[in-house]
């Protein structure tokens, strides 16, 4: 034996020596790895890779207890898995907004110096928006233990195991300083050559090829079969990170800086860009050598660098108000429209559609583009055998931009309105003034049951898991459902008896339909599908009325300022009213408060800015209100709820098939809890026990995190995405990350799921 080594000659020793070979080969073939995925500067030759990569799965093999699961060895992929199971985002994956044009991202960087009350040049990171999968992949104690597709944002699909066969994927994190849970966030996709090589071989063996590199990505990375996955040239490039036990620290370019230092692979066309100035001419550059970057990008994404100014702006539910994405010019193609049709939406929206000549766009066949409206159509001035040109809109729906009038053929015909529903007969109405034509068939409409019912039984609203669009096609066709209701009396013989049904799927199904009679009241308002209520505003309205009842009893006036808006006060209404005589000339954007909060009015917060924007719905009645109507409290004001939506609200329940469909609801059994509302009291969120306050909820807790927020929605609170000053309350469970930090800093309560239920019992 030699001093210092292991006694190679014995059994035990050659263990040893083995499992010390094994470990050092491992971490070579990890650096070889980072250094050839991640840097692109490899250091040694292939052949010398190979014989180390050779020498470990020869090692493994005579040592099968040496194979550990971060082994580079185990990229090779895991036996087929029969489904894919469901994981939910500790922290939602929400999406980017968008600018279409350099008009939107000089919007963009207003709104983000107003709410920053910025004197000075904001920092941004910059890179580019690749067009592939956005996925997660969770990292603990350095090890890659799951993966998961983004979903519908809060829900995605597990892929651990294919994930686990993607090149450049660190199995585990380099280094030793990395946080014990880390959850970094990125988009899988598939370079140009990769992309050449999959379908030259799949033409070679016969098979069909894929349209382009996002589809063959994505239809990659939910193989079930993962060694189908490991032999396709998927990369991964990480944008950003979730949960994280550790303080992402100051900087979003310094803490995605430190990722690549774990062996994270992050873009090498990463910049950090100062001002509006910076962020066009990295734009324009990046746009310049778009076609020689080797993969698909459509646009570039601007982030604020400062994660305290982050948190500051915070998000809404769809999107940080940080970052943005700045979109390229589509791409286009010329076309021939052969015929229009028109389909029929959940609240009987006629949309015209044309039929195209299929065409190549962006390496997609497009057939079928939207025309929206009849305004559209007449503006466009679009008709029956016109050459088009097409674009696919933010490079993913396809649309016409223009017709070519000096080709228009003699017979072009008009597009012509139908009179009667193309799927129930039913009349269709176009109000004077709006560009949007209905369907006067209401739920007696097939189509409008359909889409009806689908929305009823979606994630966000009653989450009745296992209907899908197929299997209500088959309930509405064969008149087992016709309403919601309907769907809680089916029987599982019933449903067993359908296609690609069974017993056990019945039974499934049967249970799913029982488990969600148990909802929430804003869930259930969702559900309904009232035109321009969407979930935010479904959670206000059960925050203010107390019951169904008084929401189906209330009037417009019940669900708008009765004197004043909330937040204004004398001296702001009077400095609003000079600016509106002052600039006689403004244009407002749709969302009215967005565009007052962006003018930096004296003594208008956004807050106030936002309530006013509800409150008046429009510029032009904003202006011809006097400042006594605008100070006040703002008694009787929703949040959410301007004169449009109280419009349809009270239109929705006004109708007396409506209101039929509603008891017959009740009458299956869909049930809440009760409203806690002092007897006697008017609705309203003065009469909620938590009314005023704002909870952040982070953590792993004994409930999925809607919940909680449907309970703290109920009882009057506001629940929002990002902690910061306005904070009350943070709700942690085990494993809270960043927020925790963050809550700590600012001095913001934090409580536990113990002392919320004390807090609620208390009130």
Not at 72 to 101: C, K, W, Y
Request: glycine share 10%; net charge neutral.
């Amino acid at each position: 034996m030699t001093a210092g080594g292991p006694d190679t000659g014995s059994p035990a020793g050659a263990e040893a020596a083995a499992r010390a070979r094994a470990a050092a080969l491992r971490g070579q073939l990890r650096y070889h790895n980072h250094r050839y995925y991640v840097l692109d500067d490899p250091d040694i030759p292939d052949g010398d890779y190979d014989r180390l990569f050779r020498e470990l799965v020869d090692l493994e093999s005579r040592h099968p207890d040496l194979v550990t699961p971060d082994s580079p060895t185990q990229r090779v992929g895991a036996a087929p898995r029969p489904e894919f199971t469901q994981v939910r985002h500790r922290l939602p994956m929400i999406s980017l907004d968008n600018a279409m044009d350099d008009a939107d991202l000089a919007e963009f960087h207003r709104r983000v110096r107003s709410g920053l009350a910025a004197t000075g040049e904001a920092a941004f990171t910059a890179e580019p928006k690749l067009d592939g999968l956005a996925v997660s992949i969770r990292f603990e104690q350095g090890a890659l233990v799951q993966a998961a597709t983004r979903g519908d944002g809060t829900t995605g699909e597990d892929i651990t195991a294919n994930v686990r066969t993607i090149q450049g994927v660190p199995l585990r994190l380099l280094g030793d300083d990395y946080p014990a849970v880390l959850e970094v966030r990125g988009e899988v996709y598939l370079p140009h050559a990769g992309f050449a090589r999959m379908n030259a071989e799949a033409l070679a063996r016969g098979d069909k090829i894929f349209a382009n590199p996002r589809n063959a990505a994505a239809g990659s990375l939910r193989q079930l079969d993962p060694r189908m996955t490991a032999a396709r040239p998927l990369r991964f490039c990480c944008y950003g990170w979730g949960e994280t036990s550790a303080d992402p620290g100051a900087s979003q370019f310094a803490m995605l800086q430190r990722l690549a230092g774990w062996g994270v692979p992050i873009s090498r066309e990463l910049r950090q860009v100062t001002g509006l100035t910076g962020c066009r001419d990295y734009f324009d550059d990046l746009g310049r050598r778009r076609e020689s970057l080797g993969y698909d990008i459509d646009g570039v994404v601007f982030k604020l660098d400062r994660i305290p100014d982050q948190a500051a702006l915070g998000a809404t539910i769809h999107h940080p108000r940080w970052a943005i994405a700045r979109k390229f010019p589509a791409q286009e193609a010329l076309t021939v429209v052969e015929a229009v049709e028109f389909q029929v939406g959940r609240t009987g929206a006629l949309t015209p559609v044309a039929r195209l000549t299929p065409v190549a766009v962006g390496g997609v066949t497009v057939a079928n583009a939207t025309l929206h409206n009849m305004d559209e159509v007449e503006r466009k001035d679009v008709r029956i055998g016109d050459s088009v040109s097409v674009r696919r809109a933010g490079d993913v729906i396809p649309e016409i931009v223009r017709v070519l009038p000096e080709r228009r053929p003699p017979d072009a015909q008009s597009v012509v309105l139908p009179a009667r529903c193309p799927v129930c007969g039913a009349d269709v109405i176009r109000p004077a003034g709006e560009a949007v034509a209905r369907c006067s068939g209401g739920l007696y409409c097939p189509a409008q049951r359909k889409e009806a019912i689908r929305h009823f039984a979606s994630r966000k609203a009653m989450d009745i898991e296992g209907l899908g669009e197929k299997l209500i096609d088959q309930l509405v066709e064969r008149g087992l459902v016709q309403e919601p209701a309907d769907l809680y009396r089916l029987t599982q013989g019933q449903l067993a008896a359908l296609e690609r049904m069974g017993d056990k799927s019945a039974e499934n199904l049967i249970a799913a339909l029982a488990r969600s009679r148990e909802t929430s009241f804003a869930r259930f308002i969702f559900a309904l599908g009232i035109r321009e209520v969407g979930e935010a505003t479904a959670a206000a309205l059960a925050a203010h009325f107390d019951s169904l009842a008084a929401l189906m009893a209330a009037r417009e006036a019940d669900f708008l300022p009765t004197r004043g808006v909330r937040g204004v006060g004398p001296a702001a209404a009077q400095a609003l009213q000079a600016w509106l005589l002052a600039s006689p000339d403004a244009q407002a954007t749709p969302d009215l408060g967005e565009w007052l909060a962006a003018q930096q009015i004296p003594g208008l917060n956004r807050a106030a800015a936002a309530a006013l924007g509800a409150a008046c719905g429009t510029l032009e009645r904003l202006r011809g209100a006097l400042p006594a109507d605008l100070v006040g409290a703002g008694a009787g004001l929703v949040e959410g709820v301007g004169p449009v939506v109280a419009a349809h609200l009270v239109g929705f329940f006004a109708q007396a098939y409506n209101r039929e469909a509603i008891e017959r609801l009740i009458a299956a059994g869909i049930r809440w809890p009760a409203a806690a509302v002092t007897p006697g009291s008017p609705a309203g969120s003065q009469a909620r026990p938590l009314a005023g306050k704002t909870f952040v909820i982070t953590g792993t807790l004994s409930r999925p995190r809607d919940a909680f927020k449907a309970e703290l929605e109920s009882l009057g609170a506001k629940v929002t995405g990002s902690v910061s000053t306005a904070t009350d309350f943070l709700l942690a469970g085990a494993a809270a990350g960043s927020k925790l930090n963050k809550a700590q800093e600012l001095g913001v309560p934090i409580m536990t799921e113990e002392q919320l239920a004390r807090l609620i019992a208390d009130t």
